[in-house]
């Protein structure tokens, strides 16, 4: 739920620049309780989805917060992700979208971590808000072997305790150096271009389940529509609210 909260808000963003360069006014900047100043395209939307169990939305604002649902599902690409991907296959090993890795291979997609401060090539609107600047974009630990992440410089390796970078490429070569049937395989990583390399570190597996021989990094736009699951579930919830005059109560 984080991860929409945070999508609503490159959304916003994207939407008041547009308005910007077409010489329309912007929806007027509101105070989230989320993110603090943002358009108010869906701040109400953001405002409303629970970060824990308990709370209710009255029927008056679920149709509001419905008619900004609705606004967001429109087709139109926004901010950015970054993903890891098998080079051969092109399935992915890890995405990061709003500022969250949404599916890493290694443990489902249910993973969520801090990304660091995103700088260009995102353009300027697409700045995080400041709540998310205390991320770190792994999506892999060791303590014994570095923790493994994707920012937008590319795929890295950080030593844990003083978080130096061990590696960091965005096209490189692995090679398992241990089973690939045991508990935690280890790999050795090498970046043929830049003469990096390091061994010994969690091997990489991407979503069908192998093992990449050649990996590299993509920034990728973003589309509502990989919110579906969220978005289906908001319009029944606030359709029911409205027709029946019941609040949507979070549990």
């Known amino acids: 739920m984080n991860g929409f909260a945070e999508a609503l808000w490159f959304r916003g963003q994207h939407l008041a620049q547009a308005a910007r360069l077409l010489g ?5 900047t509101v105070r989230s309780r989320r993110f603090g100043p943002m358009p108010g ?22 149709r509001r917060i419905g008619r900004q649902r609705d606004l967001f599902e429109q087709n139109a690409s926004f901010g950015a992700k ?13 995405t990061i979208r709003s500022g969250r890795p949404v599916w890493n291979a290694l443990y489902g997609p249910e993973v969520w971590a801090r990304l660091a401060d995103l700088a260009p090539p995102l353009p300027d609107w697409a700045l995080f808000p400041a709540g998310l600047r205390d991320s770190d974009g792994c999506f892999a630990w ?9 920012d937008e ?24 150096l241990t089973s690939a049937d045991g508990p935690a395989p280890l790999a ?11 061994d010994g570190v969690p091997a990489l597996r991407d979503e069908a389940g192998r093992w990449p021989r050649r990996l590299r990094v993509e920034q990728q736009p973003q589309w509502p529509h990989e919110y579906a699951g969220l978005l289906n579930a908001l319009h ?16």
């Open 24 to 28: 329309e006014a912007p929806a007027p």
């Open 41 to 62: 395209y869906f701040a109400l939307l953001a405002d409303a989805l629970p970060t824990h169990n308990g709370g209710e939305v009255p029927p008056a604002m679920a």
């Open 82 to 94: 970054f993903v890891l991907l098998n080079a051969d296959t092109d399935e992915p090993v890890a």
């Open 142 to 150: 060791s303590a014994e072997h570095g923790d493994e992440g994707i």
């Open 153 to 176: 410089v590319g795929f890295f390796v950080r030593r844990r305790g003083d978080a130096q970078v061990l590696f960091r490429s965005t096209a490189f070569h692995q090679r398992l």
């Open 188 to 198: 050795h990583l090498a970046d043929p271009l830049r003469r990096r390399a390091i």
């Open 236 to 251: 029944h919830l606030c359709l029911a609210s409205s027709q029946y005059g019941q609040p949507i109560v979070w549990c």
